[in-house]
């Protein structure tokens, strides 16, 4: 059986990172904010659409290299699909993010502010890894 990228998937899966991020900081924002000693106050409003497009294009990027490395390791099911999806999230993302937290000198975050960081590109990767992982184009 050849697997190959389902792009309608993809795409669909960029517009869920983008909306999980509004969500995950509308939930978290004012953790967030306070463990960054910050208020509303102290942050500069986005301007333009310029960030809108980076964190879209972005999701885009990453969902289409789970998609691609999906196909080449013939992921057939949602759970394989998850699990997959969560070691790349450790092992690319989480591992180097929370090394560079913890011990770096110019940024030491307490761990409740790495996991708030961390915590939305997990949920996102793991719905990622679940959809690609189930909703696959295949050949015969």
Not at 75 to 80: F, K, S
């Amino acid at each position: 059986m050849n697997h190959r990228i389902h792009h309608l998937a993809v795409w669909i899966l960029a517009l869920i990172h983008f909306f999980i991020g509004l969500g995950w900081y509308a939930l978290f924002g004012e953790a967030w904010l306070n463990y960054n000693a910050r208020t509303m106050t102290d942050i500069e409003q986005p301007h333009g659409a310029v960030l809108i497009v980076m964190a879209i294009v972005s999701a885009i990027v990453v969902n289409y290299a789970l998609a691609w490395l999906f196909a080449k390791l013939h992921v057939a099911h949602a759970l394989a699909g998850l699990k997959i999806a969560l070691i790349c999230w450790f092992a690319f993302l989480f591992a180097q993010y929370a090394a560079i937290s913890v011990f770096s000198a110019f940024e030491t975050n307490p761990w409740p502010l790495i996991l708030i960081n961390m915590g939305r590109p997990f949920l996102a990767f793991a719905i990622s890894g679940i959809v690609l992982g189930a909703w696959r184009l295949r050949e015969l």
